[in-house]
């Protein structure tokens, strides 16, 4: 059985630079005053203190977005484990030996915790599918444990 009393954030301090927390929370183009439920979420997050805001000292010059640019520039200063989803910059943060989680990874490590069940986390997993690469998918589905 999960426990409940157990906090997202209890295993886990987040940084976030300003180029994740722009690509984090978007404004609907044409509908500036909508406020998306996970802009909600991620303003309350930074507002509790559980993402706090870091700029790496040098962004590197890469091919990404700037948030995967300053997020793997972070990661590399200050020796942080990586959060990251899309494909090409994780594949490139691996090669610089950088660690690395993914959002599937996450789901897992609260599932292998008994955070969430087997079936709680299958669920996440299938409705991340539509975002990331099967392969990231499947390997994590393949490490679900019965809880």
Partial sequence: MPTSS???????????????????????PGFPSVILPNVKMFDL???????????????PLLPYGRGESEAIGLALEQQYVLLID????????RTLHIAT?????FVV????????????ASG????????LRDELIDTAEQQLVFV
């Avoid at 899309?86 to 943060?93: M, R, T």
């Fill in 101 to 105: 989680v993914t959002t599937a990874d």
């Fill in 86 to 93: 899309d494909y090409e910059p994780l594949k490139y943060a």
């Fill in 45 to 59: 997050l930074q507002q509790l203190g559980a993402i706090k805001r870091q700029q790496p000292a040098n962004t």
């Fill in 124 to 131: 996440w997993l299938g409705r991340l599918r539509n975002e």
């Fill in 6 to 28: 157990h906090n997202l954030f209890d295993d886990y301090e987040v940084y976030a630079s300003e180029g994740v927390i722009a690509e984090a929370t978007p404004t609907l």
């Fill in 109 to 120: 490590s609260l599932n292998q915790k008994g955070v969430v069940t087997q079936g709680m």
